[in-house]
């Protein structure tokens, strides 16, 4: 397995779908649940999620092929999606409490996507799918969706907990420290587009 990969996967993956920040907007949606239907909440929520994210890792590039989109143009694009993630990680406008009282299932919609599959971890994973060539190199990818994801169920089943031992400031820091390293992300990302196009024009 390549490990430098499998360790980029998962930092990169963290950062997008920030664990420790899904804790009080899951709390938030769940509310007026029981310990019990919250619990089942964030088994849906991450069903929802790894079905989204497997889809997008199979079918990815027959969707780029289709569409005649570059990895540059895809990284690119990614770069300004994780962009915008990254301002509302800083500026905590995550909008997730809003959006509580518009579906019925909140485990599917805004839960399960776009709050953990969203579209940042969507290109993320399409781009890391693009880089790997072998069988060590796709496992290291398939492992580092599993264990960010798992990361993030974990999250919710003991979100009462994760608050009370982190508290309240904790969280938004932690928050804020994700923000931050995303926005990273973001600009290497873009970076690496600009130096490809740049590099097939010459």
Do not use: C
Not at 32 to 41: D, I, P
Not at 94 to 100: D, K, Q, V
Not at 151 to 176: C, D, I, K, P
């Amino acid at each position: 397995m390549d490990l430098q990969l499998l360790a980029s996967v998962i930092v990169t993956l963290f950062v997008i779908m920030d664990p420790p920040g899904t804790v009080p907007i899951f709390m938030s949606l769940t509310a007026q649940m029981n310990a019990k239907e919250r619990n089942l909440s964030a088994l849906q929520a991450l069903v929802v999620a790894t079905g989204v994210i497997v889809t997008f890792a199979i079918f990815g590039q027959s969707i780029l092929n289709y569409m005649h989109i570059s990895l540059a143009a895809l990284q690119g694009a990614g770069g300004l999606l994780l962009v915008l993630i990254a301002l509302q990680l800083l500026t905590g406008s995550t909008g997730g409490e809003e959006s509580a009282a518009k579906y019925t299932n909140v485990a599917f919609v805004p839960l399960g996507t776009p709050l953990m599959a969203g579209p940042g971890a969507i290109v993320a994973v399409m781009v890391f799918v693009q880089r790997s060539s072998t069988v060590p190199q796709y496992l290291a990818v398939g492992v580092g969706i599993a264990v960010t994801l798992a990361s993030l169920y974990l999250a919710m089943r003991f979100a009462g907990l994760v608050q009370r031992a982190l508290g309240e400031n904790g969280v938004e820091l932690v928050t804020r420290i994700a923000g931050l390293l995303l926005s990273a992300i973001a600009v290497q990302m873009i970076a690496d587009a600009v130096h490809s196009f740049v590099k097939s024009w010459m």
